[in-house]
């Protein structure tokens, strides 16, 4: 099948900037269940174990990826790999940006107790947030941070909304076990691709 | 008490008061500001006795707990009451909403790590070819020439040497300078002094016409109000 292997090399080309479905749709001129099909069975082809890469929903997009159960191969090739992860710092300001995006700098400094100018500026540099304009409720105008499609990527997710369940925390609690209790369960998902079944 | 001295650990105030509740076991709803603010300040303090340099959010973090102890002290009022349990409670509830997020970026770190298990690749790069026209092959002078007519235009571009210089003109200067124009010319009208009109210039000439002045070396006389002025040297 022609549109097969178009897909494929597409996926192969676009790489980590991935390949959105209405791309696909456009390029091969197919409707939206068509396009999903075609990208399941693509999918079914690289299950298979003599393949080394298969397809993830990542940010919004698909894109070619390697298999994790393989990864001790390739940590082979890298030097320092731990060096390269978040710090404390920054992935709590991420989650505060995540689950209360659009928020200006101050807000957040606020909810951790610390300053964070200088751990926002480097999530910027590494393309995990961006401005998203003024705030017009609060006085001066701040600028506001959303997270962007590589934090859902750096992350391994699709779309927000697959972010790990936060407790809207109750006032009326009246014990910290309960607090506890309701913390979020981790969400098991390894089936990133959700969004074709 | 044992404390672990460090302030590396914590992610901030918020971070260490939670660790601080943890520690002596107690339900955070139920955190008494006078037992918490003691724990905080005797960490903050062992911390001062090693010479740490401790980061100004931590401070004002102590400094916001004793205002509220302090008001506990206070003999009581009618509302007085009601406003400490408010202090309270907003400090509870940014321990319970900072401890939301805490807790959540164990999560987030889960789905790194697992992210980090694949691999992706930086996209292909797709370019229109350049097509290169071969029919009118050039010789290496021709090539030669252009490189050279390039360099002389970058030679234009490049921006004229200026220097900016500020001459500074100092009283004394002036002084000898008006001195030798009076020996030549006897008396000159105080007008012609200033024959350049930008401020220092003036300033520095009118001041010099004080000092020689004040040192007796020059006479200065007018007839009537709004007459000219006239300057000359002393004793000629």
């Given amino acids: ?197 | 008490m044992n404390y672990e001295v460090s302030l590396d650990q914590f992610e901030g105030p918020l971070d260490l008061l939670l660790h601080l509740i943890k520690e002596s076991n107690i339900n955070i709803y139920e955190i008494k500001i006078e037992e918490i603010t003691k724990q905080y300040l005797d960490y903050i303090k062992k911390l001062e006795e090693l010479n740490l340099t401790i980061a100004s959010e931590y401070l004002l973090m102590a400094a916001e707990l004793i205002e509220m102890k302090s008001k506990l002290l206070l003999p009581k009022k009618e509302n007085n009451e009601e406003e400490e349990e408010n202090d309270r409670d907003i400090l509870i509830n940014r321990l319970i909403e900072y401890q939301k997020y805490k807790e959540i970026t164990k999560d987030f770190k889960d789905m790194e790590s697992k992210r980090n298990m694949i691999y992706t690749k930086s996209p292909s790069k797709i370019e229109t070819d350049i097509k290169i026209d071969n029919a009118n092959k050039g010789d290496i002078n021709l090539l030669i020439e252009a490189f050279q007519k390039y360099l002389e235009r970058k030679k234009e571009e490049k921006p004229l040497n200026t220097t900016i210089t500020k001459k500074e003109l100092s009283v004394h200067e002036r002084c000898v300078k008006i001195k030798d124009i009076l020996k030549t010319k006897k008396v000159v009208n105080f007008e012609e002094l200033f024959d350049t009109l930008n401020i220092p210039y003036v300033v520095v000439t009118f001041l010099s016409i004080l000092e020689l002045v004040k040192q007796n070396e020059v006479d200065i006389k007018q007839g009537n109000n709004f007459d000219n002025i006239t300057i000359s040297l002393r004793g000629e």
């Fill in chain 1, 1 to 197: 099948m022609k549109n097969k292997a178009v897909l494929e090399g597409l996926l192969f080309v676009v790489g980590d900037d991935g390949l959105k479905l209405s791309q696909v749709m456009d390029i091969l001129n197919l409707n939206m269940d068509e396009a999903k099909e075609l990208i399941t069975e693509l999918r079914k082809d690289y299950e298979n174990k003599n393949r080394g890469i298969t397809i993830n929903f990542l940010g919004d997009t698909f894109k070619l990826t390697t298999k994790k159960e393989h990864k001790d191969f390739y940590s082979k090739l890298l030097q320092n790999e731990e060096s390269n992860i978040l710090s404390q710092a920054a992935l709590e300001t991420l989650a505060i940006i995540a689950y209360n995006e659009p928020i200006t700098r101050v807000e957040i400094d606020e909810l951790r107790g610390v300053s964070t100018g200088y751990v926002v500026r480097k999530l910027i540099a590494r393309g995990l947030i961006k401005e998203s304009g003024k705030s017009n409720t609060l006085p001066g105008k701040p600028t506001l941070y959303k997270t962007t499609s590589d934090f859902l990527d750096y992350f391994g997710l699709s779309s927000l909304s697959e972010l790990p369940k936060i407790e809207e925390t109750d006032e009326n609690n009246e014990s910290i076990d309960l607090f506890l209790s309701n913390r979020i369960e981790q969400k098991n998902n390894d089936d990133d691709l959700e969004i074709l079944d």
